[in-house]
């Protein structure tokens, strides 16, 4: 939808710009007597001229202006909005996890954050109820837990299920986190528009 609004909301400026354009080639060629010939409108024309007459032709067809106006002013909103959904398709979140995820990196900001990887031998996978959690493209549990600390002291450690102890690395930035959605570019494409 997002892509469709980006194509036509311009090419309805466009439309509208053309028409308009021809109302004011006709204008100044029949009632002004200059002798333009295949000229375009607005050549010889001073700023003033101009914003004259494209305020004239604005208010003579004002429905078609209005329009016209409103494509090209919504037009950049749209091809925004539509770059922004790419790249939280291409980074596999949503509006509400990039929210969460700037929360993250204050707290790596801050050095208050430790990852653990390995836990899914401490923390075993919880079995998946399929009535409110279908089958979905990518895993359900991380292999890494992290940990946010109030004084900026890792916890203790916790041991494997084998008897190994494994302990708490600080986190530098969000690069040295798994994003446990994001399955790759074309894999979240196919997601959004085929989900299983």
Known sequence: MLLSLSIVLPYGAYL????????LQQRVN??????????????HLSWSQYAALWTWALSQDFRLGGVGLLALL???????????????????????ESSKWSEWKEYIDEGLVYRWVGATNVMPAEPRDLVT??????????AQRLYRSEDGRPPGTLGYADGTAASWQSVHGLYEIDNLYDIGFGDNLKDVFRPI
């Not at 509208?16 to 354009?21: A, E």
């Not at 009632?31 to 050549?43: A, I, Q, T, V």
Request: overall charge negative; glycine content about 6%; proline content about 5%.
């Open 133 to 142: 959690e279908p089958l979905v493209n990518w895993p359900i549990t991380s």
């Open 30 to 43: 029949g009632h002004l007597d200059k002798e333009l010939g295949d000229e375009h409108w607005s050549f």
């Open 16 to 23: 509208s710009y053309h028409v308009l354009d021809r109302q």
């Open 74 to 96: 919504t037009a950049p909103l749209a091809f925004t909005m539509f770059l922004y959904h790419l790249y939280l398709v291409w980074a596999g979140m949503t509006t509400n």
